[in-house]
């Protein structure tokens, strides 16, 4: 909540992680260990307003505290209501963010994007401007008519580990890089959807600016939670409007907004082999807590656009398995993806994978419910990142688009899902592309004949 913040991060140390004294990365492997752990137990923020039930990340805590139990079908400890537990993991990634210093502002890397030299032009000129008139309806939007964008999601919008180098930087979010909601620098350096949309409306605001955590205030409307998951997104939905209301620049009858909301990915790392027989009820919660946010949405955010985009990860990760990966990766997948990288669970892969295709097509036909198209909010399903997979190069596997623990996106892997994003944007509903292509391979722009965003309404599409 912007009343409630914690002192920006500051640029303590522009060192890398390698020029810091042994005595201090002995300090900060302990700390990341530690932190780990909490990580498992706290969600800042993000369950019930009330806290009570969190969703314990057994790949850690499940044989450490012998406390978990069953509630509602959900793997729960008596750490996950502890108020001490969730202000000590705060705390910890404060002063481990402190210690790492600004990693967001890097600015070479393979994981980077090469920047588009100053003499190149953006690629789309003349159409998708402003209207003259402010439109009436969010089946006649132009890019340049959004006024405010903001996301919701996991650690893939939040940007967790997008300029990391090493394991030791995981835990740093670098929101200003973000896909979806990202606004550091320009496209030419960061190829963000805000910052595509920045050149057709230089006064948009809403995106994060920098590497911050959800409670920063360069984080704007970017609500995302690392480890979150689908059912989280109908309080993440109430701490969203709660933030726009109390920013006194947003006109919330007035405004244009651009919502994207991409989730699912922690659901099938991390909660679908602890939750009881989650393979039966999954898609069904999934379902009911996807259509409970939006019509929060819908009655709480007017003239909003949604961008609902199905996760990337278990595409991703399904593309590394017979692929030789780094040490480091091989050491952190386990850990981070368990359900689909823990050798207990490998026989029920398949399975996993299935759901995660059936939620992708939830959304899609939630996408389509009438409810969810009027003249005042539109709900569009984007599958730009469906068929995701890592890039190859002379038959090759480049892990060029991913972080340092192979399992979030580089900021090179935000700027082709920026992209892909945008294409998609760009395409008629029935007629879009899924998966990533190198970056600008292929960047659509808005034409004099069809100069909107598209729409299932505009598209002449209704629910099939």
Not at 137 to 159: C, E, F, N, Y
Not at 397 to 409: F, G, N, P, R, V
Not at 418 to 445: D, I, T, Y
Request: proline share 5%.
């Amino acid at each position: 909540m912007l009343n409630k913040l914690i002192v920006p991060i500051g640029p303590v140390s522009q060192q890398n992680l390698t020029l810091i004294m042994p005595s201090q990365q002995i300090t900060l492997i302990t700390m990341i260990l530690l932190g780990s752990c909490a990580c498992a137990a706290a969600l800042t923020e993000l369950g019930n307003p009330g806290n009570v039930i969190g969703r314990m990340r057994g790949n850690i805590f499940r044989n450490l505290t012998k406390t978990q139990q069953y509630e509602n079908n959900i793997v729960t400890s008596r750490l996950d209501s502890s108020a001490q537990i969730r202000k000590l993991y705060r705390n910890f990634r404060e002063l481990y963010s402190r210690l790492l210093g600004g990693t967001g502002q890097r600015t070479s890397g393979d994981f980077l994007q090469k920047r588009i030299p100053n003499n190149i032009p953006f690629p789309c000129r003349g159409e998708g401007y402003r209207s003259r008139t402010i439109p009436t309806s969010v089946h006649q939007l132009r890019p340049g008519d959004i006024d405010i964008v903001a996301a919701m999601g996991d650690s893939l919008t939040a940007a967790t580990a997008a300029n990391s180098r090493t394991l030791l930087e995981v835990l740093v979010e670098n929101r200003g890089v973000s896909w979806s909601i990202g606004g550091q620098g320009t496209w030419r350096s960061h190829l963000t959807l805000p910052n595509i949309l920045k050149v057709f409306n230089p006064k948009l605001f809403g995106y994060s600016l920098s590497d911050a955590y959800n409670v920063h205030r360069s984080a704007q409307f970017n609500v995302a939670e690392n480890i979150a998951a689908t059912s989280d997104m109908p309080y993440n939905a109430e701490k969203l409007v709660k933030r726009m209301k109390l920013d006194a620049r947003v006109d919330m009858q007035n405004h244009w907004k651009l919502l994207t909301l991409m989730i699912g990915g922690n659901d099938f790392c991390s909660d679908i082999c602890y939750q009881t027989n989650a393979t039966l009820w999954m898609n069904e919660s999934q379902e009911r807590n996807l259509i409970k946010t939006l019509r929060y949405l819908r009655d709480n955010m007017p003239r909003t656009l949604v961008n609902l985009v199905p996760t990337p990860l278990v595409n991703l990760m399904f593309s590394l398995y017979e692929m030789k990966v780094p040490f480091t990766c091989s050491l952190s997948l386990p850990i981070e993806c368990s359900c689909l990288f823990g050798p207990k669970y490998s026989s029920h892969r398949s399975l996993y994978r299935q759901k995660e295709r059936n939620f992708a097509k939830i959304m899609e036909n939630v996408s389509f419910l009438p409810e969810f198209t009027t003249d005042n909010f539109a709900v569009v399903y984007q599958p730009s990142l469906k068929d995701s997979s890592v890039f190859y190069n002379k038959g090759k596997a480049d892990l060029k688009i991913m972080a340092a623990d192979c399992l979030h996106l580089s900021q090179k892997g935000h700027a082709v899902s920026a992209n892909a994003l945008w294409n998609n944007m760009m395409q008629r509903v029935g007629q879009k592309s899924s998966g990533l292509l190198p970056l600008f391979k292929e960047f659509r722009c808005p034409t004099k004949t069809q100069p909107y965003i598209l729409t299932n309404r505009n598209s002449g599409r209704s629910r099939r």
